[in-house]
Protein backbone atom coordinates (compact mmCIF):
# COMPACT_ATOMS: atom_id res chain seq x y z
CA UNK A 1 0.00 0.00 0.00
CA UNK A 2 2.66 2.49 0.80
CA UNK A 3 3.80 2.06 -3.20
CA UNK A 4 -0.04 2.86 -4.04
CA UNK A 5 0.20 6.26 -1.82
CA UNK A 6 3.35 7.45 -3.64
CA UNK A 7 1.87 6.49 -6.57
CA UNK A 8 -1.15 8.51 -6.34
CA UNK A 9 0.48 11.59 -4.23
CA UNK A 10 2.95 11.70 -7.74
CA UNK A 11 -0.01 11.34 -9.78
CA UNK A 12 -1.91 14.59 -7.53
CA UNK A 13 1.36 16.50 -7.85
CA UNK A 14 0.35 16.00 -11.98
CA UNK A 15 -2.85 17.48 -11.62
CA UNK A 16 -3.96 13.87 -12.26
CA UNK A 17 -6.95 12.81 -9.92
CA UNK A 18 -7.62 9.06 -8.61
CA UNK A 19 -11.22 7.74 -9.05
CA UNK A 20 -11.36 3.84 -8.41
CA UNK A 21 -14.07 2.20 -10.12
CA UNK A 22 -15.01 -1.04 -7.55
CA UNK A 23 -15.13 1.48 -4.93
CA UNK A 24 -16.71 4.51 -5.39
CA UNK A 25 -15.52 5.83 -1.35
CA UNK A 26 -12.13 6.55 -3.42
CA UNK A 27 -12.02 9.28 -5.19
CA UNK A 28 -9.12 11.69 -5.00
CA UNK A 29 -10.86 14.70 -7.30
CA UNK A 30 -13.04 15.59 -3.88
CA UNK A 31 -11.21 16.78 -0.74
CA UNK A 32 -13.35 13.99 1.27
CA UNK A 33 -12.17 11.36 -1.20
CA UNK A 34 -8.98 12.32 -0.85
CA UNK A 35 -9.11 12.25 3.31
CA UNK A 36 -11.07 8.59 2.98
CA UNK A 37 -7.82 7.20 0.42
CA UNK A 38 -5.69 8.56 3.24
CA UNK A 39 -7.60 6.63 6.01
CA UNK A 40 -7.96 3.26 4.05
CA UNK A 41 -4.17 3.51 3.60
CA UNK A 42 -3.62 4.02 7.14
CA UNK A 43 -5.46 1.15 8.24
CA UNK A 44 -3.79 -0.81 6.00
CA UNK A 45 -0.49 -0.37 7.00
CA UNK A 46 -1.83 -0.60 10.90
CA UNK A 47 -2.55 -4.10 10.04
CA UNK A 48 0.47 -5.03 8.12
CA UNK A 49 2.00 -3.54 11.33
CA UNK A 50 0.08 -5.76 13.44
CA UNK A 51 0.58 -8.77 11.77
CA UNK A 52 4.43 -8.38 11.74
CA UNK A 53 4.52 -7.51 15.32
CA UNK A 54 2.14 -11.14 15.96
CA UNK A 55 4.41 -13.03 13.69
CA UNK A 56 7.11 -11.94 15.18
CA UNK A 57 5.65 -12.33 19.22
CA UNK A 58 4.87 -15.98 17.93
CA UNK A 59 8.24 -16.90 16.85
CA UNK A 60 9.92 -15.32 19.90
CA UNK A 61 7.54 -17.45 21.91
CA UNK A 62 7.83 -20.70 19.97
CA UNK A 63 11.43 -20.26 20.37
CA UNK A 64 11.22 -19.79 24.17
CA UNK A 65 9.33 -23.37 23.99
CA UNK A 66 12.11 -24.85 22.23
CA UNK A 67 10.64 -25.16 18.94
CA UNK A 68 13.01 -24.74 15.75
CA UNK A 69 11.32 -23.12 13.05
CA UNK A 70 11.95 -23.86 9.12
CA UNK A 71 12.66 -28.27 7.63
CA UNK A 72 13.76 -30.77 9.08
CA UNK A 73 17.54 -31.11 7.60
CA UNK A 74 17.64 -34.01 4.67
CA UNK A 75 19.90 -36.18 5.45
CA UNK A 76 21.40 -39.31 3.46
CA UNK A 77 19.35 -41.62 4.53
CA UNK A 78 16.22 -40.00 2.90
CA UNK A 79 14.61 -41.97 0.66
CA UNK A 80 14.60 -39.63 -1.89
CA UNK A 81 18.90 -38.45 -1.72
CA UNK A 82 19.19 -42.40 -2.26
CA UNK A 83 16.78 -43.03 -5.36
CA UNK A 84 18.87 -40.15 -6.75
CA UNK A 85 22.15 -40.94 -6.25
CA UNK A 86 21.31 -44.52 -7.09
CA UNK A 87 19.61 -43.21 -10.25
CA UNK A 88 22.90 -40.80 -11.38
CA UNK A 89 25.34 -43.94 -10.48
CA UNK A 90 22.98 -45.91 -12.82
CA UNK A 91 24.14 -43.89 -15.29
CA UNK A 92 21.75 -44.87 -17.60
CA UNK A 93 19.67 -41.78 -17.77
CA UNK A 94 20.55 -38.23 -17.71
CA UNK A 95 20.18 -35.63 -15.32
CA UNK A 96 17.50 -34.35 -16.79
CA UNK A 97 15.67 -37.58 -16.60
CA UNK A 98 16.36 -38.09 -13.48
CA UNK A 99 15.20 -34.37 -12.13
CA UNK A 100 11.68 -34.90 -14.11
CA UNK A 101 10.98 -38.70 -13.07
CA UNK A 102 11.99 -37.43 -9.69
CA UNK A 103 9.77 -34.13 -9.89
CA UNK A 104 13.16 -32.03 -8.69
CA UNK A 105 14.68 -28.79 -9.60
CA UNK A 106 18.67 -29.79 -10.90
CA UNK A 107 19.74 -27.47 -8.09
CA UNK A 108 18.10 -29.75 -5.61
CA UNK A 109 19.25 -32.92 -7.44
CA UNK A 110 23.24 -31.98 -7.12
CA UNK A 111 22.10 -30.39 -3.34
CA UNK A 112 21.04 -34.47 -2.88
CA UNK A 113 24.04 -36.23 -4.67
CA UNK A 114 26.23 -33.07 -1.97
CA UNK A 115 24.24 -35.03 1.10
CA UNK A 116 24.64 -38.25 -0.19
CA UNK A 117 28.71 -37.78 -0.54
CA UNK A 118 28.70 -36.80 3.09
CA UNK A 119 28.69 -33.03 3.24
CA UNK A 120 26.55 -30.70 5.55
CA UNK A 121 22.93 -32.02 6.18
CA UNK A 122 20.68 -29.98 3.59
CA UNK A 123 18.12 -27.53 5.39
Do not use: N, W
Request: charged share 25%.
Amino acid sequence: MPHLVALIQELLGKGIAFRSLCDGAIDTTSASGELIFHIFSALAQFERRLIQERTKAGLTAARARGRQGGRRPTTGDDPRVKTAQRMYAGRTLTVKQICKTLAISRATFYRYLAVAAGSEPLA
